[in-house]
């Protein structure tokens, strides 16, 4: 039977069926190494943020349980939460571990991206408009680096005078 390819040749054994036992180490902490990569720490990051997320809530926050309780939270203290459910106001104790979302908190992150990606859009829009009124193709600014304030005067003065080179 001919096999079109053949594992225990690419890494060193023979034709015949022979295999070396430096390519089979060689190939088990290959296989370790990808599971740990792919596997083991991709859940070990995900539940130090799930952690992170526990240890974060305040009162008032509006939390998710695992078993789909919503509620705000009236009161915490080190092991468990006490969450106020529903227009009767209804307190529920809970223990850290069974918070599955923070809603405050993902709105809250929700809202800061957006004002970032509006900030950046606006500032792009200016420059645009800034060179486009300038007849400027493109702004090109000074670096300046860990250097004292009158360094620093002194670069931003030539940056400018080499503007007004180009502009002429």
Do not use: C, H
Request: aromatic letters at 4%; a neutral charge.
């Amino acid at each position: 039977m001919y096999n079109l390819i053949n594992l225990s040749s690419l890494f060193g054994g023979s034709a015949e069926g022979g295999q070396n036992p430096m390519s089979s180490i060689i190939l088990m902490v290959v296989m370790v190494v990808a599971m740990y990569f792919l596997m083991i720490r991709p859940q070990k990051k995900k539940q130090k943020e799930e952690q992170q997320m526990r240890d974060s809530i305040q009162i008032g926050d509006e939390i998710t349980t695992i078993g789909g309780i919503m509620g705000r939270v009236v009161t915490v203290k080190d092991e468990y939460i006490v969450i106020e459910t529903g227009a009767d106001r209804i307190k529920m104790r809970f223990q850290r571990w069974a918070i599955q979302t923070n809603d405050t908190a993902n709105a809250r992150m929700e809202a800061e991206r957006k004002a970032a990606a509006e900030a950046k859009k606006a500032q792009s829009e200016k420059d645009a408009i800034d060179a486009a009124v300038n007849g400027k193709k493109s702004k090109k600014k000074a670096t300046v680096k860990n250097i004292g304030a009158a360094d620093e005067m002194k670069a931003e003065e030539e940056a400018k005078i080499a503007e007004d080179k180009e502009e002429n």
